[in-house]
């Protein structure tokens, strides 16, 4: 039977960049909520040979998420997940950045438990930001409501953000947003592997894709500048790594993120070390 890889974000750069690794040898399934760049990714890899199904699919609606995952079960065995849909805080304002990014990741992960089976995978994509954010302003305390009371764990996220002047409130959001993406990756690990699932997130530094240049001037670029890698992450380098978490080569991984962000976090700790050191 076939294996079906499902990629959200499918028309995105990391999202595209992984199909053309995936599409070798797995049935593809790309789900996007452009649906004009659903078409363009859709040519693109029809160019190389491979020949997705594309769905329009909202991450924020659980039932069209369930419908894209209806259409990869009708086309085979869903073996892995590459959720790469997300947004970045210069996309829109803190409550739709933490709806796409946290409870979009709820939608995609409980969906995949319930349709896939033993051996399949599902890599989260969370985010440098996860590992920047102080842990004393991360609620971590009311994550858990996201998987059962959406509409109280959306209120207490909203609250966490408001430490934060208006203007700045979707990049606490996104932080957050993805503090949980790690968050969940961990913590459900125990029951996913009872059904014989995995469930890694991969956090990226800035990649070079339209989204990640969308925060080139609201400091990304200038950590970049900074970083042991100086450079920006390409979408390549982040689809082999994505590709690799969700093969059977990367069996033993599951209930933990890998940090793949050119060395900012590690450049940035190291100084303000030495700083406090030297103050």
């Known amino acids: ?18 199909a053309k690794i995936l599409g070798r040898d797995h049935t593809l399934v790309l789900g996007d909520v452009r649906q004009d760049r659903l078409t363009t990714a859709a040519a693109t890899l029809q160019d190389l040979g491979i020949t997705p199904t594309i769905v ?6 659980r039932r069209a998420v369930d419908e894209l995952f209806d259409a990869a079960a009708s086309l085979g065995t869903v073996a892995s997940v590459i959720h790469t849909a997300g947004v970045s805080p210069s996309m829109g304002a803190a409550d739709y950045v933490m709806r796409t990014n946290a409870v979009g990741t709820v939608n995609v992960n409980e969906a995949f438990h319930a349709t896939a089976g033993e051996g399949s ?8 930001a996860a590992h920047l954010l102080p842990p004393e302003i991360i609620p971590i305390g009311q994550f858990p409501l996201a998987l059962h009371d959406v509409n109280a764990f959306m209120d207490a996220m909203m609250t966490a953000c408001s430490i934060a002047p208006e ?15 790690k968050w ?10 009872a059904s014989g699932m995995r469930i890694v997130s991969v956090s990226p530094g800035s990649v070079d894709t339209e989204m990640g240049r969308l925060e080139e001037q609201a400091g990304a670029g200038a950590m970049v500048a900074d970083a042991a890698v100086p450079r920006w992450g390409k979408a390549e380098e982040m689809a082999e ?28 700790t190291e100084r303000a070390r030495v700083a406090a050191a030297n103050g």
């Open 241 to 268: 790594l994505f590709a690799f978490c969700a093969s059977d080569k990367a069996g033993y991984l599951t209930g933990t993120d890998i940090l793949n962000d050119g060395g900012v976090v590690a450049s940035m």
């Open 1 to 18: 039977m076939n294996r079906v890889s499902v990629i959200t974000g499918g028309a995105g750069g990391m999202g595209l960049a992984t």
């Open 56 to 61: 329009n699919c909202d991450v924020t609606d």
């Open 121 to 128: 995978v599902i890599v989260n994509v969370a985010s440098m």
């Open 167 to 181: 203007d700045m409130r979707s990049g606490i959001a996104y932080a957050v947003s993805k503090s949980f993406v």
């Open 184 to 193: 969940y990756s961990q913590s459900q690990a125990e029951r996913f592997n």
